[in-house]
């Protein structure tokens, strides 16, 4: 096939259900493409005539490549056709998958649209790990952090609270504690003896420069100049980790980690433990709370932790009634 030029091309994202399987197999896979970027045109909860209508419309305008997952009969034929008279390429995701599956199980598929989105014990486990998880974001609630699975120490940007909400929306109930140097650890912290708790440091070079974006971003001013002090810096991490290392807490290195990469250690930590929670899949908050990671690898820490710290705090009074 004959190299197009430019640097970025259209990609439709046709989907019946929410589209969280369809974008994350397709950004996946244009990840790899990396001196063209997709321009993402999604359309969730196609399941009518009239809804496939508009999407033919804005394919024709915007020509690309058109990945689907649906899976009426009517609605595919017509979209695959539309597709092959504007000789554009159209590709099921799950399809392959499904036939698959059928060959080698012998029986047909029940054609449920969103069959992996059901109101199951799995689902109300998630949100009562969010629920747990909000309440117990930056040292609050101290008191109940016996009931936690997980509960995340470290120095203030080290990514606790993002990490904290990944893992909650894998069910796993997570609290996170800052670490202050010169302040005494709380004493319900060190006598936990439940949950798994794990220590996030970073590079000082690396917090750092997130807390200079940090206050650039929240156009402030810090008054105190150690917290943007590389030596200051230097003795909050020493003490950080002393502090996992005097209490046998594992401790993960979140300097070039994203925050995927920090849960998946935390979970194969938690994994090791007797009685580990079963793990939920993920859904579509968490996709959206990383995406981009690589695009802005330098700044995404910042980024997330006050996307995720502004949604903790907007739901807290709700979620504490």
Same mark, same amino acid.
């Given at each position: 096939?004959?190299?197009?030029?430019?640097?970025?091309?259209?990609?439709?994202?046709?989907?019946?259900?929410?589209?969280?399987?369809?974008?994350?197999?397709?950004?996946?896979?244009?990840?790899?493409?990396?001196?063209?970027?997709?321009?993402?045109?999604?359309?969730?909860?196609?399941?009518?005539?009239?809804?496939?209508?508009?999407?033919?419309?804005?394919?024709?305008?915007?020509?690309?490549?058109?990945?689907?997952?649906?899976?009426?009969?009517?609605?595919?034929?017509?979209?695959?056709?539309?597709?092959?008279?504007?000789?554009?390429?159209?590709?099921?995701?799950?399809?392959?998958?499904?036939?698959?599956?059928?060959?080698?199980?012998?029986?047909?598929?029940?054609?449920?649209?969103?069959?992996?989105?059901?109101?199951?014990?799995?689902?109300?486990?998630?949100?009562?790990?969010?629920?747990?998880?909000?309440?117990?974001?930056?040292?609050?609630?101290?008191?109940?952090?016996?009931?936690?699975?997980?509960?995340?120490?470290?120095?203030?940007?080290?990514?606790?609270?993002?990490?904290?909400?990944?893992?909650?929306?894998?069910?796993?109930?997570?609290?996170?504690?800052?670490?202050?140097?010169?302040?005494?650890?709380?004493?319900?912290?060190?006598?936990?003896?439940?949950?798994?708790?794990?220590?996030?440091? $970073?590079?000082?070079?690396?917090? @750092?420069?997130?807390?200079?974006?940090? #206050?650039?971003?929240?156009? =402030?001013? +810090?008054? *105190? /100049?150690?917290?943007?002090?590389?030596?200051?810096?230097?003795?909050?991490?020493?003490?950080?980790?002393?502090?996992?290392?005097?209490?046998?807490?594992?401790?993960?290195?979140?300097?070039?980690?994203?925050?995927?990469?920090?849960?998946?250690?935390?979970?194969?930590?938690?994994?090791?433990?007797?009685? $580990?929670?079963?793990?939920?899949? @993920?859904?579509?908050?968490?996709?959206? #709370?990383?995406?981009?990671? =690589?695009? +802005?690898? *330098? /700044?995404?820490?910042?980024?997330?932790?006050?996307?995720?710290?502004?949604?903790?705090?907007?739901?807290?009074?709700?979620?504490?009634?």
């Amino acid at each position: 096939m004959p190299q197009r030029a430019g640097s970025y091309f259209h990609l439709h994202l046709v989907s019946d259900a929410t589209g969280e399987t369809l974008t994350t197999v397709a950004r996946a896979a244009t990840a790899q493409y990396t001196k063209v970027l997709p321009v993402e045109h999604v359309y969730p909860l196609v399941r009518t005539q009239k809804q496939l209508d508009r999407v033919l419309a804005e394919i024709e305008e915007s020509p690309g490549i058109v990945l689907y997952t649906l899976l009426d009969d009517e609605l595919l034929r017509r979209l695959e056709k539309h597709c092959r008279e504007l000789s554009l390429p159209c590709l099921s995701i799950l399809g392959p998958v499904l036939q698959l599956l059928q060959s080698y199980l012998g029986t047909e598929t029940s054609h449920r649209v969103g069959a992996q989105h059901t109101l199951n014990a799995e689902y109300f486990k998630r949100i009562d790990a969010l629920n747990y998880t909000m309440l117990h974001d930056d040292g609050q609630h101290l008191e109940g952090l016996e009931e936690a699975d997980v509960v995340l120490v470290g120095v203030s940007r080290t990514s606790k609270t993002p990490t904290s909400i990944y893992l909650a929306n894998r069910g796993v109930k997570t609290g996170n504690v800052p670490v202050v140097p010169g302040v005494e650890v709380p004493r319900y912290v060190e006598a936990l003896s439940r949950p798994l708790v794990v220590g996030l440091y $970073a590079s000082p070079e690396r917090i @750092v420069q997130i807390r200079q974006n940090r #206050l650039l971003g929240l156009k =402030a001013h +810090h008054v *105190d /100049d150690q917290y943007i002090d590389r030596k200051a810096v230097a003795e909050e991490v020493a003490f950080s980790r002393k502090l996992c290392a005097r209490h046998n807490w594992p401790s993960i290195d979140v300097t070039r980690r994203s925050i995927e990469e920090t849960a998946a250690a935390i979970m194969a930590l938690l994994a090791e433990r007797v009685g $580990a929670p079963e793990l939920a899949p @993920v859904n579509d908050y968490t996709i959206a #709370l990383v995406q981009g990671v =690589a695009e +802005h690898a *330098d /700044d995404i820490d910042r980024l997330l932790a006050e996307q995720a710290h502004g949604w903790v705090l907007a739901r807290m009074p709700a979620a504490a009634s």
